[in-house]
């Protein structure tokens, strides 16, 4: 396959995901108050595992992106969309970094990196909880309490439902993590 024809190949792919994660964000998905499990990560996530770190990072930004420019994104200030819906989501790139390799499809490797990206990415918006949504605290709930538990319940809930559809997924489809 000649380079040109790869790289429109990724491309393609990259919006595509992106697309499809801001698609899947559309689904109400709020368990309590600002809880959430945000299974819209895991598109970024698989084309991080397929692709590496750099096609995540693009990913999660179109992905960001897109949630902005189409008016689905909760925007306080600049800094804050800033921090939540560029720096946030292209953190789950970091799944990257735990591609497996072509011959050995592990899960732990590869459950470890997706549980890594998306804490990462909620680590972002722990801080953005801090800094910019500590007037929504709950009653006696100071804001870093506060962020804790809201980005520290849904960033464990979204990384276990990430780690148990991916491993669904590529226990049924193995080929998913694989390029041709």
Do not use: D, Q, T
């Given at each position: 396959?000649?380079?040109?024809?790869?790289n429109v190949r990724l491309l393609t792919?990259?919006?595509?995901?992106?697309a499809l994660a801001f698609i899947i964000s559309l689904i109400p998905n709020t368990v309590y108050g600002w809880i959430i499990i945000e299974i819209a990560c895991i598109p970024i996530l698989i084309l991080s595992l397929r692709r590496g770190f750099l096609?995540?990072?693009?990913?999660?930004?179109?992905?960001g992106i897109l949630a902005m420019i189409t008016g689905h994104a909760y925007i306080l200030t600049l800094s804050q969309?800033?921090?939540e819906y560029l720096v946030a989501p292209l953190s789950l790139g970091l799944?990257?970094?735990f591609r497996p390799k072509a011959q050995s499809l592990q899960l732990?490797?590869?459950?470890?990196g997706v549980f890594?990206?998306?804490?990462?990415?909620?680590?972002?918006?722990?801080?953005a909880g801090i800094i910019f949504w500590s007037q929504y605290a709950w009653k006696g709930w100071g804001a870093i309490a506060y962020s804790l538990a809201v980005n520290g319940i849904s960033g464990i809930l979204t990384a276990i439902a990430a780690c148990i559809i991916l491993t669904l997924f590529v226990k049924k489809f193995p080929q998913l993590l694989s390029i041709r």
């Open positions: 396959m000649s380079n040109s024809k790869f792919e990259i919006a595509f995901m992106a096609a995540g990072v693009i990913g999660g930004l179109v992905w969309a800033g921090l799944a990257g970094l732990f490797p590869l459950l470890s890594i990206a998306v804490l990462a990415k909620y680590f972002f918006h722990f801080l």
